[in-house]
C-alpha cells in the first residue's frame, strides 16, 4: 500500500465549478500534511498547509481528519488558471522527509 | 531574492555515461533535498542533508547514485554509469527556518534527464 495514496483523475470541471479531491495517508503518526501544485513541466510549490482546524485561502479550503487519515482540499470557484496537479504530502513526526502522492490533476475548461 | 538554482536544465546522455547535477539551495537553508520524479512512480525522495551532511539516503536506488554537499550552497547528485532507467525529471528543494514541520520547501526548476 502506498504511503500516500490520490485519485489520478483527470478531473475535468468548467469554470466556475467546485471541485473536491481527497488523499488517503497511511502512517497514523504523521504531524503535517500539505497541498502543493505543480504545473506541467514545472517543479512543485506549496498551495497551503493542511492544520487540525482546517484552513481556507480564498477560494481553497483544507482539512484534515486524523481518525480515517484523509486530507481534502476543496476549490471553489474554479478558474482556467486552476487547471494543474494536485500534489497530498505528508510529512513523518520528527522527520524532514516529505512524502508526495502521485497527484491528482485538474483541468478547467471554459 | 533567487530561488533554488539548478543546472543544467535539460541533460541527454548515453548509457555508461556518467552524469553529475548539481544545485545550489536558497542561501540561508539548512537543509537539501533531491528528489526525482517519473509518471510511473510520482516525485521519490533520494536524500537529504542537514547542515552538509547526509540524513537519509534511503532512497537513493543504487549504488550507481552518490549525493555529496561540500559546503552550504553547493550540492551534486551523481549517476554512474547512467542506465535508461534513471530518466527522468530531478528536483532539487531546500528548507531554511530549522526545518521546522510546516516550513515550505522550496523546490529548484529541475533538471530533465534523458539516457539513450
Known amino acids: 500500500r502506498k504511503e500516500v495514496e490520490q485519485d489520478p483523475g483527470p478531473f475535468n470541471v468548467p469554470e466556475g465549478a467546485t471541485v473536491a479531491f481527497n488523499c488517503t495517508y497511511s502512517n497514523s503518526a504523521s504531524q503535517s500534511f500539505f497541498w502543493y501544485r505543480q504545473d506541467c513541466r514545472k517543479e512543485p510549490k506549496l498551495l497551503m498547509s493542511v492544520y487540525s482546524s482546517g484552513n481556507e485561502d480564498g477560494r481553497f479550503t483544507a482539512q484534515l481528519n486524523r481518525a480515517s487519515q484523509y486530507i481534502s482540499l476543496l476549490i471553489r470557484d474554479s478558474k482556467l488558471s486552476d487547471s494543474a496537479t494536485y500534489l497530498c504530502?505528508?510529512?513523518?513526526?520528527?522527520?524532514?522527509?516529505?512524502?508526495f502522492g502521485t497527484g491528482t490533476r485538474l483541468l478547467v475548461s471554459p | 531574492d533567487a530561488g533554488v538554482i539548478q543546472s543544467p536544465r535539460h541533460e541527454v546522455t548515453e548509457m555508461g555515461q556518467e552524469v553529475t547535477l548539481r544545485c545550489k539551495p536558497i542561501s540561508g537553508h539548512d537543509y537539501l533535498f533531491w528528489y526525482r520524479q517519473t509518471m510511473m512512480r510520482g516525485l521519490e525522495l533520494l536524500i537529504y542533508f542537514n547542515n552538509n551532511v547526509p540524513i537519509d539516503d534511503s532512497g537513493m536506488p543504487e549504488d550507481r547514485f552518490s549525493a555529496k554537499m561540500p559546503n552550504a550552497s553547493f550540492s551534486t547528485l551523481k549517476i554512474q554509469p547512467s542506465e535508461p532507467r534513471d530518466s527522468a525529471v530531478y528536483f532539487c528543494?531546500?528548507?531554511?527556518?530549522?526545518?521546522?514541520?510546516?516550513?515550505?520547501?522550496?523546490f529548484g526548476p529541475g533538471t530533465r534527464l534523458t539516457v539513450l
Open positions: 504530502v505528508v510529512n513523518n513526526a520528527g522527520f524532514q522527509k516529505l512524502v
Open positions: 528543494a531546500s528548507i531554511g527556518g530549522g526545518g521546522g514541520a510546516y516550513n515550505e520547501q522550496f
